[in-house]
Structures are given as C-alpha cells and as structure tokens.
C-alpha cells in the first residue's frame, strides 16, 4: 500500500516550518524548515534501461565519489532560508558544468536568483517550492552567477552573523533565529528585487529539462527488476553529467543526531539508517509520526560498507556485519554538519521512507493549469532529479529590424553561447540560432534593397 499523508499546502508549510539551531565545535548550526515539495507527478520520466552493463560497456564501479573534483561546489549553509530546493537547483547546474568539462572553475550559479526572479505559485521563496519546477525555469530563462552584484547570499549570510539570543528579535537576524511561517514571510522581505538583475548582459547558464527514473512501491511489486536499473541509470547519468538533485522526508533522528551516525563503531562508514535509535545505539522501527518535513539536497557519489546487524534487525548480532549500499549526500546546513557538510545515505530496502531510490505517494493541494485553481490530488514526491547542462552564455539583442512590408517584427532576444555541451539538445538549439541569424540578415538584405529600389525611381511628380 502507498504511504498516504493528507495535508493542504498552508498546513504544509505550518507544519515545517520551524527551525532548530546547535552549538557544534563553537559554530552555530540553523537546522531549517524542511519545507521543499518534491513532487515529480509532471516530470518526464524514463524507465526503459538496462540492470546490466550492455555489450562493449564496463562494469559500474562499487563506489564513486565527485568530491574528488576540487572544483565542486563547496558546502553552504542555507540558514533559517528554508531554500533547499534553490541551493541543490543551482549548485547542482554549476557542477554539472564543471564535470561536462566546460569551464575550467566553478561558476557559482546562484540560488538567490532563483529566490527573487522565479515567480510561480509554488514558490514562497523561503517557505519552500519545488526544485523539479526550478530546474525547468533553468532551462527556460538561464541562471546567472553570484559574480553579478546582488546575486550572492549576502542577503542572508550577514543577517545571520553576530546574532546573540538577547537580539534574536532583530530584524537583522531574521536570517538565524526565523521560525513558522510568519517569520519566513517577514524573511523573504530582505531577498533582494529581481528588477536589479534585468537588462543586464549577464552570462547564464541553461540546462535540460528535467527528468527522472520512476519506481514505486506499486511498480516493484510486477517489476522487481526496475530498482536495480534505476539505480544503474542513475550512476552512469551521475559519471557522465555529474551530481544529480534527491528529495527525501527528514526524520527527527537523521536531524538531532547532528549527521554522526556511527554509533560507536557498529556504523563505521556513518551511514543514515532510519530504523535506529542513534541515542541509545540500536536497531528500532522508524516512528513515521516523527516526520520533520521535506528536504532537497545535492548527490554527488556511491559507495557500500559494511554494518553490524545490531543496528540493521531486531536482536541482530554486534558482531555479523551486512554491506549496505549508500549515496553520498552534500547537505545545505553548514560544514559543521556531518563530514564537512556531507552524509551518507542507505539504499532502498535499508531505507524505505527516508531514501532516494522509490517514490512516496501523497496526497496534497496541487495547482491545476486548466481550470487555474487549487485542488487534492494524488502526487509523487521524493527520488533523484536528472538535467543535463547545456550552454552558457551572454545576451544579445537585435532590436526594430523591418520586414519588406515595414511591419516591426520587435526585439529578438538570443543567447550567444560561450561553452556548449554536445547533445541533440544543444546541437538544435545552435542550429535553430544560426537559422535565425540567417533570416534576420536575409530580412535586412531585403529591406535595404527594396529602400533602394524604391530611391532609383523617379515621383509621379518628378
């Protein structure tokens, strides 16, 4: 049976949006509202893959691991912003550029734009949205860089600095101390205008469509296999096209426990496992009502080690030890969570509420586009987001060229790409630019020849 929760969407960002904060080693962590929707009904999906390596092709490896890159976005903490679904979009595009091999540093596309410029019925900035939608508006309009002024998370960063309890009221530190729904309104206040990005020839970084590989509870029951090749699918896409987004429901163990997981030794790779008791050191059902809310984060790796059964069974021996497949997960609360910002995440069937590789059924407040209004329905949510990047590039503009019958044909706007990765996708998209050019040259031609034709003759009146 599908797990079904029913709630509205203001009972969805009531119910998360409270934030919780900790001293780790001196710092202070913001663990904040857990509020992304990560609801992937309308993402195209892709099913038909191979479990195995195909004929020519070699074995995937057992673990994977992009940190090795020096060049990966480094770990951010998002604060009491509950902007997960912003930070994995745009970190993740940023990766992606760097492990298509199309710029030699990290770009540093910025999630602050998408808070301020994205403007659509699911996005209350700080108090969540949809990171799928997200990738989709990258796609469609292009993310700029926090090289461009304003486009930083400086917004945030400094309100959050320097914050005592005593002035934990202060509006300047809305940033660290915000909780419910009315403080992340009043929050979203200080996320700068979108109007000081517009008219600007800034370079931007456009992306595939999104897309996903659907497996459920309902479709492994006819079709075992498909887990094993989703799972595949994701690892060659996550080699080839770098870091992938994952939605998940976060626990109150995953969030307390503060990303140490180990449990004396009997976890010694530190990997979340949802059916323990991290205070008390054994196995133990996960209590579903202990649901703190939604989360996206960024994938960027694999691996499989080794677990006691204390931890994995009821009575299970300390000393009898079971591989556990996991992800390898970069977090948005800071580096003073878990390693340096990173968790491991365990694989479905070890995981099986809190995990990337099977989506949870809900039921929800969904915006219906036909009839323009709010209504329950049924949705997916949770799994792992895929987008492949495109081009980057500055804008152009050709404005108020006339057609032979002098009718303004308006302002063209087109992107002049400066890195192009080597998809079908990309190959139209330079393809449909070029032909474009070609016919405003040949409009222009034409133009300039008919003003000609028109001065070689003489007036009725000459």
């Not at 403080?183 to 970084?205: H, K, M, T, W």
């Not at 509870?217 to 006819?222: D, N």
Request: charged letters at 20%; proline letters at 5%; a positive charge.
């Amino acid at each position: 049976m599908p797990i079904r929760i029913q709630t509205s969407f203001d009972e969805y960002s009531r119910l998360f949006s409270a934030a919780t904060s900790y001293e780790i080693n001196g710092e202070t962590v913001v663990f904040p509202p857990c509020n992304a929707r990560n609801d992937n009904t309308n993402v195209e999906s892709r099913h038909r893959v191979r479990a195995q390596a195909g004929p020519g092709e070699k074995p995937l490896p057992t673990a994977f691991d992009w940190r090795k890159n020096r060049n990966l976005h480094p770990v951010i903490n998002q604060y009491n912003c509950g902007c997960c679904w912003a930070v994995s979009t745009a970190t993740c595009t940023s990766d992606k550029f760097v492990a298509a091999g199309l710029v030699p540093f990290n770009p540093m596309v910025s999630y602050t734009y998408l808070l301020a410029c994205w403007k659509n019925f699911i996005n209350t900035r700080c108090n969540g949205s949809n990171p799928a939608l997200a990738v989709r508006y990258a796609s469609d309009y292009g993310l700029i860089t926090e090289s461009v002024p304003g486009a930083d998370y400086s917004w945030c960063l400094d309100l959050a600095k320097n914050c005592s309890k005593k002035e934990a009221a202060e509006p300047r530190c809305l940033c660290a101390t915000a909780s419910g729904t009315d403080g992340l309104i009043r929050l979203n206040e200080f996320i700068p205008s979108c109007a000081r990005f517009q008219n600007r020839q800034d370079v931007r970084f456009f992306v595939s469509k999104p897309y996903w590989y659907k497996v459920t509870k309902e479709i492994l029951q006819t079709e075992p296999a498909r887990l094993l090749a989703g799972r595949t699918y994701i690892k060659k896409h996550l080699m080839r096209y770098g870091p992938v987004v994952g939605g998940y429901d976060v626990y109150r163990n995953h969030q307390n426990t503060r990303g140490i997981f180990a449990c004396d030794g009997l976890n010694p790779a530190n990997i979340y496992l949802e059916d323990v008791n991290y205070l008390q050191r054994r196995h133990e059902p996960l209590d579903l009502s202990t649901k703190v809310g939604s989360h996206a984060v960024v994938i960027v790796g694999w691996g499989e080690a080794a677990v006691s059964d204390a931890l994995l069974r009821p009575n299970g021996s300390a000393a009898t030890k079971t591989t556990v497949p996991y992800w390898i997960v970069r977090n948005s609360w800071g580096t003073a969570y878990g390693e340096q910002g990173y968790f491991k995440m365990a694989m479905y069937p070890f995981n099986r509420y809190s995990q990337f590789d099977l989506s949870v059924t809900i039921v929800s407040t969904v915006f219906d586009d036909k009839t323009r209004t709010y209504k329950t329905a049924t949705v997916l949510t949770g799994g792992i987001v895929m987008f492949d990047p495109v081009e980057y590039g500055t804008k152009r503009t050709i404005a108020n060229y006339r057609t032979p019958i002098d009718k303004d044909i308006g302002t063209l706007e087109f992107y002049r790409p400066a890195g192009r990765f080597t998809t079908a996708g990309s190959c139209f998209v330079g393809l449909l630019s070029i032909a474009t050019i070609l016919v405003l040259i040949l409009v222009l031609v034409h133009s300039v020849k008919r003003s000609q034709d028109r001065q070689s003759f003489p007036s009725e009146k000459d």
